[in-house]
């Protein structure tokens, strides 16, 4: 099993529609979430970051953190064709460990 | 700003020959992680240091070793270089706290490629 899951995708979603990530870990020791958005070929891009439970609120992107749970989400709203890319979700403990990423697609 | 320079971005190599790639971190970060990442996949952590010395140790082949150096440079050696080491490789950077919205900061990475 992978320290961090994500499920859902691949994601295809109307421009201007809401899209919503989701992600899983197991690794209680973890103490930061990051988001990342990946471009094919290219490096991860840090959107967003989330440290405490509850939710994060950064322009269209929110953040959501349930360690009890041990769930996070990310909502795009209003979503463009430019955020079609591929969203990592990634637990940190000392490193940085990946879950498998979402493929999202923004149709116009 | 500053970012993490990767070196080279480009790499052919043949099979059972030895690669070198470079990583430079962001100024004042001392903390640096090693990732591979094949075809479709997600970045899969290979390696990182802290202040020089090896922090954790991921899915790293024997074949593989890699250092810190006294400027903050690393760099990762691949040996008897397979077909499946095809990959791009990057390096990450951070402080060793992290500040809430900084994050681990990507290069650009290496884009391996084993004939």
């Known amino acids: 099993q992978k320290e961090v899951e994500q499920n859902s995708g691949p994601l295809s979603v109307p421009e201007g529609a809401i899209a919503s990530l989701n992600c899983t870990y197991s690794?209680?020791?973890?103490?930061?979430f990051f988001w990342y958005r990946q471009y094919s070929g290219k490096s991860p891009e840090l959107i967003m970051s989330?440290?405490?439970?509850g939710d994060k609120e950064d322009g269209r992107f929110t953040a959501q953190l349930n360690k009890a749970s041990q769930y996070v989400s990310l909502l795009i709203r209003d979503s463009q064709p430019s955020d079609s890319a591929t969203y990592l979700c990634?637990?940190?403990?000392?490193?940085?460990?990946f879950g498998k990423g979402t493929l999202l697609t923004v149709n116009p | 700003a500053a970012g993490v320079i990767q070196s080279p971005r480009h790499l052919i190599k043949e099979k059972r020959e030895t690669a070198t790639l470079k990583c430079y971190p962001i100024?004042?970060?001392?903390?640096v992680y090693w990732y591979q990442q094949g075809p479709g996949q997600d970045p899969q952590f290979l390696i990182s240091?802290?202040?020089?010395?090896?922090?954790d140790k991921g899915s790293i082949p024997d074949r593989f070793s890699a250092q810190q150096f006294s400027d903050y440079h690393s760099e990762l050696n691949m040996s008897s270089l397979e077909l499946g080491d095809s990959a791009l490789y990057f390096c990450?950077?951070?402080?060793?706290?992290?500040?809430?919205?900084?994050?681990?900061?990507f290069g650009s990475g290496t884009r391996l490629t084993v004939v």
């Open positions: 100024p004042r970060h001392d903390t």
């Open positions: 990450a950077s951070s402080p060793a706290t992290i500040e809430e919205d900084a994050g681990y900061t």
């Open positions: 989330i440290y405490s439970n």
């Open positions: 240091f802290y202040e020089k010395m090896q922090s």
């Open positions: 990634g637990g940190s403990n000392y490193k940085l460990t």
């Open positions: 690794d209680r020791g973890s103490q930061s």
